[in-house]
């Protein structure tokens, strides 16, 4: 089984769902950036290492001036990079939320909202609770809140480009 993991990266935390092959989300989460790197080397240890496709929403310049979080999420996003392509041989894929807007909505003034609904209309169409479901029926989406949505964005942007 393929995985793809799909990571919304910030300066001091990062959302990351792991999907598999059928885009079904079976590890995901916010969490402190070094808790991410580890769970996901939880998750990768327990399957082989040539089953894991990478991809993580890179930043753009637009040409506005950008405070420290910024470059502080530049520079998570190279370490972790890096861990995954040293340690596990991974090659991240940059997926820019140009690209990600125009993949699952088709619009550039497409935002968290629409993205989100759109991923709702794509795999949970008309479930109640947006697909969410309940402890007692969890539904495709169970769970998700927060960056979890732009990281499971990116991860089905990258299955979509990737054919």
């Known amino acids: 089984m393929k ?20 885009l079904k989300p079976v590890l995901f989460g916010k969490q402190a950036n070094e808790f991410v790197y580890l769970r996901l080397v939880e998750f990768m240890s327990n399957h082989p290492s040539d089953t894991f496709e990478y991809a993580i929403e890179m930043i753009a310049s637009y040409g506005m001036p950008v405070g420290r979080e910024v470059f502080e999420t530049v520079r998570w996003i190279g370490i972790l990079g890096e861990r995954l392509r040293l ?7 940059d997926i820019y939320r140009k690209d990600e807007k ?7 003034k497409a935002n968290d909202a629409t993205i989100r609904q759109a991923l709702v209309d794509r795999f949970a169409y008309n479930v109640p609770n947006k697909g969410k479901g309940t402890k ?3 539904g495709w989406f169970y769970g ?18 990737k054919g």
């Open 136 to 138: 007692k029926d969890p």
């Open 87 to 93: 340690g596990w041989n991974i090659e991240a894929v």
């Open 102 to 108: 125009m993949a699952i909505c088709h619009s550039q």
């Open 3 to 22: 995985y793809i993991v799909g990571i919304d990266p910030g300066n001091t935390y990062t959302g990351f769902c792991i999907c598999d092959e059928d």
């Open 144 to 161: 998700f809140r927060a960056d979890v949505w732009q990281a499971y964005a990116v991860a089905v942007t990258y299955h979509d480009r």
